[in-house]
Every structure is written in structure tokens, then in C-alpha cells.
């Protein structure tokens, strides 16, 4: 786990999106990230039909998506409005 970059416990389910919007705290700054529902699927191994087993699948791979976001930072991936896509 990356002490420099924690992924909080702020998760949005945005259904017209499919995705989960969530954001990281990087050296005392908090940058907006968003994971794609058909990127969480491919992570945890299983699909996705509701919000409940979306959650309860970020939460199964939080430290992945942890070392995701940490792999973008590190490249400077971020979206024209500052924000991390995976």
C-alpha cells in the first residue's frame, strides 16, 4: 500500500456514467477519480448488476485500484479537467 496516495471512502454509484466516482488523497490534496464499471468487472472477476455488488466489489479491490490511481499519478494521466480515469 502507498502511504502517499489513499483512495477514500467517498464512492458514488453514477448509473448514467456506469461508473464509481471517488477521489484520493495525494500529498494533502484530494484529486477526483472515477472507475468504469466494465474496469471494476474486469478487476474483481465477476459482473456487476447493482449498485450493492458494484460497492461491495471496489471494496474487494480497493488496494488495486489504489496502485491504479498511483500508476496515473506517476504518469500525469490525468483528464483535461484534473480528474483520473481507470
Request: charged share 20%.
Amino acid at each position: 500500500m502507498n502511504q502517499d496516495i489513499i483512495v477514500n471512502d467517498d464512492l458514488n454509484w453514477q448509473p448514467d456514467q456506469q461508473r464509481v466516482a471517488f477521489s484520493a488523497q495525494w500529498f494533502g490534496g484530494q484529486v477526483a477519480c472515477f472507475i468504469s464499471l466494465s474496469q471494476l468487472e474486469h478487476l474483481s472477476g465477476q459482473p456487476l448488476v447493482d449498485e450493492a455488488s458494484i460497492m461491495l466489489a471496489f471494496e474487494s479491490v480497493r488496494f488495486d485500484i489504489e496502485e491504479k490511481v498511483t500508476e496515473l499519478i506517476n504518469q500525469e494521466a490525468f483528464g483535461p479537467d484534473g480528474g483520473l480515469y481507470l
